[in-house]
């Protein structure tokens, strides 16, 4: 498994779009604050970088205070085919622009994909039960889980897709 640290936003961070590849990498995982409105798909150079991944988990949290106009076109993210990947876990879901955009890039990319999980919990509070207080989060919860159910018609035939 490799871990990746993302700190500042977007226009920030300028991931190559020549990333080395990682062709023995099996499981992803990205933890990073987004804002929220804009987009995350600079990620998908380390995504198709990695030809072998099986599992990719993304863990965010909404800066909801920082304020940008649009979000980046998605016709800008290079289009991979992800032979391998079969899971794929949001942690953080909010159901804004920013989660859908990507979430719509990989199930369009991810061609043997068997199980989409979308934890709309804030990353460090995972491992306890849902609670209003315990995990605030700015903007509506039944939105969240009505644009994660979006996903579903999305979904290949085979594949299976988990609200938490």
Same mark, same amino acid.
Request: aromatic residues 10%; proline residues 5%; hydrophobic residues 40%.
């Given at each position: 498994?490799?871990?990746? *640290?993302?700190?500042?936003?977007?226009?920030?961070?300028?991931?190559?779009?020549?990333?080395?590849?990682?062709?023995?990498?099996?499981?992803?995982?990205?933890?990073?604050?987004?804002?929220?409105?804009?987009?995350?798909? *600079?990620?998908?150079?380390?995504?198709?970088?990695?030809?072998?991944?099986?599992?990719?988990?993304?863990?965010?949290?909404?800066?909801?205070?920082?304020?940008?106009?649009?979000?980046?076109?998605?016709?800008?993210?290079?289009?991979?085919?992800?032979?391998?990947?079969?899971?794929?876990? *949001?942690?953080?879901?909010?159901?804004?622009?920013?989660?859908?955009?990507?979430?719509?890039?990989?199930?369009?990319?991810?061609?043997?994909?068997?199980?989409?999980?979308?934890?709309?919990?804030?990353?460090?509070?995972?491992?306890?039960?849902?609670?209003?207080?315990?995990?605030?989060?700015?903007?509506?919860?039944?939105?969240?889980?009505?644009?994660?159910?979006?996903?579903?018609?999305?979904?290949?035939?085979?594949?299976?897709?988990?609200?938490?």
């Amino acid at each position: 498994m490799c871990y990746l *640290f993302v700190f500042g936003s977007a226009r920030c961070v300028g991931f190559p779009s020549n990333f080395p590849e990682f062709s023995n990498l099996k499981h992803l995982e990205l933890k990073f604050v987004a804002v929220a409105d804009e987009s995350i798909l *600079f990620f998908s150079s380390i995504i198709g970088a990695s030809p072998g991944l099986i599992k990719l988990t993304l863990k965010y949290d909404i800066d909801w205070a920082t304020r940008h106009q649009t979000l980046s076109n998605p016709e800008q993210a290079r289009r991979y085919s992800h032979k391998c990947l079969n899971v794929i876990e *949001f942690v953080g879901w909010a159901g804004i622009k920013t989660d859908v955009q990507l979430a719509n890039y990989l199930l369009e990319t991810a061609i043997s994909l068997e199980k989409i999980i979308v934890d709309r919990r804030i990353p460090r509070y995972t491992r306890t039960s849902w609670n209003e207080e315990l995990c605030p989060m700015p903007g509506n919860r039944e939105a969240a889980l009505l644009s994660a159910k979006e996903l579903q018609r999305k979904l290949p035939p085979r594949a299976q897709l988990i609200i938490v």
